[in-house]
């Protein structure tokens, strides 16, 4: 069994940065791709980036490439979403997500951000 606990969402005004970060427990962090997914109200929850198992393979949809960078620590069993350039259509409740195809969700961590 694996938790996920994100935090690092808020408030931040259009062209701002925010730093995501899911704390995960449960032994086997370290053998499961993770990723990042979003839902905007009204809208179906959709994919934002994912990162192989050792980090060394990353994958972004085309809306947040060249903003976004994913990363994780294994040794801290923390996930990252560095957001730059940051656009109002981004806000959304972000989730951490374990496997692909996704196996355990976190509870979200909402971004707004204002125009």
């Known amino acids: 069994q694996v938790q996920l606990v994100e935090s690092g969402g808020g408030l931040v005004q259009a062209g701002g940065s925010l730093r995501l970060s899911c704390a995960a427990s449960?032994?086997?962090?370290?053998?499961?791709?993770m990723g990042w997914f979003r839902q905007a109200p009204g809208k179906e929850r959709e994919f934002v980036a994912a990162?192989?198992?050792?980090?060394?393979?990353?994958y972004y949809a085309d809306f947040v490439k060249g903003r976004f960078t994913i990363s994780r620590d294994n040794a801290k069993k923390t996930l990252y979403l560095q957001m730059n350039s940051l656009k109002p259509e981004d806000t959304a409740v972000y989730y951490c997500?374990?496997?692909?195809?996704?196996?355990?969700w976190g509870q979200g961590t909402q971004v707004t951000v204002s125009s």
């Open positions: 449960g032994r086997t962090f370290s053998s499961y791709a």
């Open positions: 990162i192989s198992w050792s980090g060394g393979s990353t």
């Open positions: 997500v374990v496997g692909d195809p996704p196996r355990y």
